[in-house]
Nanobody, 123 residues
Framework: QVQLVESGGGLVQPGGSLRLSCATS????????IGWFRQAPGKKREGLSC????????WYPDSVKGRFTISRDKFKSTVYLQMDSLTPEDTATYYC????????????????WGQGTQVTVSS
């Protein structure tokens, strides 16, 4: 079955960087895109980035453009999220998800989800 496993979270100081990994397995041929989301306590799940598996086109919301970079290693079946210039406002649980649709900011468009990895930005 489809499995997504996030890793790479942790505690980082403001201004620091982290690279999250999303190891995928069992992806079905109808899966079109992989996205990254985050959710802080009491807040809605927020779309951060997405990569289209057919041609590696990417999407970012304006809120993270220039700070976050999505990429993938086709051979390792892993999607990465490089996060730079982190602030305490980036503290959240980060999830990757797979969709049968084109990239979308909306969690409802994604069928398969990982368990999440915690990112805490604090001095």
């Amino acid at each position: 079955q489809v499995q997504l496993v996030e890793s790479g979270g942790g505690l980082v100081q403001p201004g620091g960087s982290l690279r999250l990994s999303c190891a995928t397995s069992g992806l079905t041929s109808d899966v079109s895109s992989i996205g990254w989301f985050r959710q802080a306590p009491g807040k809605k799940r927020e779309g951060l980035s997405c990569i289209l598996l057919s041609d590696d086109r990417v999407w970012y919301p304006d809120s993270v453009k220039g700070r976050f970079t999505i990429s993938r290693d086709k051979f390792k079946s892993t999607v990465y999220l490089q996060m730079d210039s982190l602030t305490p406002e980036d503290t959240a649980t980060y999830y990757c998800a797979a969709s049968v649709y084109y990239c979308s900011r909306y969690p409802s468009q994604y069928t398969y989800w990982g368990q999440g990895t915690q990112v805490t930005v604090s001095s």
